[in-house]
C-alpha cells in the first residue's frame, strides 16, 4: 500500500471519527434540505405556473445540487477550524503525505454526503417526485452529484486554508448560500432578465441541476439555453474537472505552505 493512500484513508477515518463526535452538526446540515424541500415545494410551488407535484419533480435535482454544492462551506469552515486550532501544524510534522491530507478531508465528506442524501431522496419520494429515467441515467445522476461535491469541497478546502481566523470563513462560508439561488436549481431560468439569466446558466449549479434532471428523467434539456446548460452532462463534467484541477492542488500547496 502506497504511503498516499494509508494516510488518506487515516485521514479519511479521522473525519469520519469528527462527524461520530459532533452528531447535532450531521443531523442539522441533512434536515436543512428537507426543510427547504417542504417549504419550497409547498408554498413557492403553489406561486408558480407549475402545478405543486410537477415543481417538486422539479425542484428535487436542484436541492440535491444545492445541497453538493454546500460542501464548498463544509470544506472551508472543517480546513479553517484544523488550521487555525493547529491540527494542520501538527500534521506538518508528522511523515504524513501532504496530498493525504485535503484528500482525505473531501473523501470522507464524500461518504457522510452519500449517506447523507439518502434522508432527502425519501422525503423527495414522500413529496412526489419520481425517478423516471433509465437505471443506467439513474446512476449517472448519482455519480454526477458525488463528483460535483468533491470537486466543490476542495474549492472549500482551499477558501478555508486561505482564511485568517475561523469567523471569517464562517462568514465567507454562508455567502455561499446565495450560488443555488443564482441558479435554474429553484425556478427556470427563461423568464430571468437577459443579463441575469447568462450568469445563472453560466453557474455550475445549473448545469449539474440540468443533467440530474435530464438522467433522472424529471424535465427536458431547455433549449436557447448557454451551452453547459443546452449540453448539461458534458458541461457538468467539464465544470468538475475544471474545478478539481485547479482547486485540489491549490489546497496541498497551500497546506504544505502553512500560514506563510
Same mark, same amino acid.
Given at each position: 500500500?502506497? /504511503?498516499?493512500?494509508?494516510?488518506?484513508?487515516?485521514?479519511?477515518? &479521522?473525519?469520519?471519527?469528527?462527524?461520530?463526535?459532533?452528531?447535532?452538526?450531521?443531523?442539522?446540515?441533512?434536515?436543512? @434540505?428537507?426543510?427547504?424541500? !417542504? $417549504?419550497?415545494?409547498?408554498?413557492?410551488?403553489?406561486?408558480?405556473?407549475? =402545478?405543486? %407535484? *410537477?415543481?417538486?419533480?422539479?425542484?428535487?435535482?436542484?436541492?440535491?445540487?444545492?445541497?453538493?454544492?454546500?460542501?464548498?462551506?463544509?470544506?472551508? $469552515?472543517?480546513?479553517? /477550524?484544523?488550521?487555525? &486550532?493547529?491540527?494542520?501544524? %501538527? $500534521?506538518?510534522?508528522?511523515?504524513?503525505? %501532504?496530498?493525504?491530507? @485535503?484528500?482525505?478531508?473531501? !473523501?470522507?465528506?464524500?461518504?457522510?454526503?452519500?449517506?447523507?442524501?439518502? =434522508?432527502?431522496?425519501?422525503?423527495?419520494?414522500?413529496?412526489?417526485?419520481?425517478?423516471?429515467?433509465?437505471?443506467?441515467?439513474?446512476?449517472?445522476?448519482? +455519480?454526477?452529484?458525488?463528483?460535483?461535491?468533491?470537486? #466543490?469541497?476542495?474549492?472549500?478546502?482551499?477558501?478555508?486554508?486561505?482564511? %485568517?481566523? *475561523?469567523?471569517?470563513?464562517?462568514?465567507?462560508?454562508?455567502?455561499?448560500?446565495?450560488? =443555488? !439561488?443564482?441558479?435554474?436549481?429553484?425556478?427556470?431560468?427563461? +423568464?430571468?432578465?437577459?443579463?441575469?439569466?447568462?450568469?445563472?446558466?453560466?453557474?455550475?449549479?445549473?448545469?449539474?441541476?440540468?443533467?440530474?434532471?435530464?438522467?433522472?428523467?424529471? /424535465?427536458?434539456?431547455?433549449?436557447?439555453?448557454?451551452?453547459?446548460?443546452?449540453? =448539461?452532462?458534458? +458541461?457538468?463534467?467539464?465544470? #468538475?474537472?475544471?474545478?478539481?484541477?485547479?482547486?485540489?492542488?491549490?489546497?496541498?500547496?497551500?497546506?504544505?505552505?502553512? *500560514?506563510?
Amino acid at each position: 500500500m502506497s /504511503a498516499l493512500t494509508y494516510d488518506g484513508l487515516a485521514m479519511v477515518g &479521522r473525519q469520519l471519527r469528527r462527524v461520530r463526535n459532533s452528531p447535532g452538526l450531521a443531523v442539522l446540515t441533512q434536515v436543512m @434540505p428537507i426543510n427547504m424541500l !417542504l $417549504f419550497f415545494g409547498y408554498v413557492f410551488g403553489s406561486a408558480l405556473a407549475m =402545478p405543486g %407535484r *410537477e415543481y417538486r419533480s422539479f425542484l428535487v435535482p436542484g436541492l440535491l445540487v444545492a445541497t453538493a454544492a454546500g460542501g464548498i462551506m463544509t470544506g472551508m $469552515f472543517q480546513a479553517a /477550524a484544523d488550521s487555525h &486550532r493547529g491540527v494542520m501544524d %501538527r $500534521f506538518r510534522t508528522m511523515p504524513v503525505s %501532504r496530498t493525504a491530507v @485535503p484528500l482525505g478531508q473531501a !473523501l470522507a465528506d464524500l461518504v457522510i454526503t452519500a449517506i447523507g442524501t439518502v =434522508p432527502l431522496l425519501l422525503v423527495g419520494l414522500a413529496a412526489g417526485w419520481r425517478i423516471e429515467g433509465s437505471p443506467a441515467g439513474t446512476v449517472g445522476a448519482v +455519480g454526477l452529484l458525488l463528483l460535483f461535491r468533491f470537486a #466543490c469541497t476542495s474549492l472549500g478546502i482551499w477558501l478555508g486554508l486561505l482564511t %485568517r481566523s *475561523e469567523d471569517a470563513a464562517g462568514q465567507l462560508g454562508a455567502s455561499t448560500f446565495v450560488l =443555488p !439561488l443564482l441558479s435554474n436549481a429553484y425556478i427556470p431560468t427563461d +423568464g430571468l432578465p437577459g443579463w441575469l439569466r447568462v450568469l445563472a446558466e453560466w453557474n455550475p449549479i445549473s448545469a449539474v441541476t440540468t443533467a440530474l434532471r435530464d438522467l433522472f428523467g424529471n /424535465a427536458p434539456v431547455p433549449s436557447g439555453a448557454a451551452w453547459p446548460v443546452a449540453h =448539461p452532462v458534458a +458541461g457538468s463534467l467539464l465544470w #468538475c474537472a475544471a474545478l478539481i484541477a485547479v482547486f485540489l492542488p491549490l489546497a496541498v500547496r497551500r497546506y504544505a505552505r502553512g *500560514e506563510r
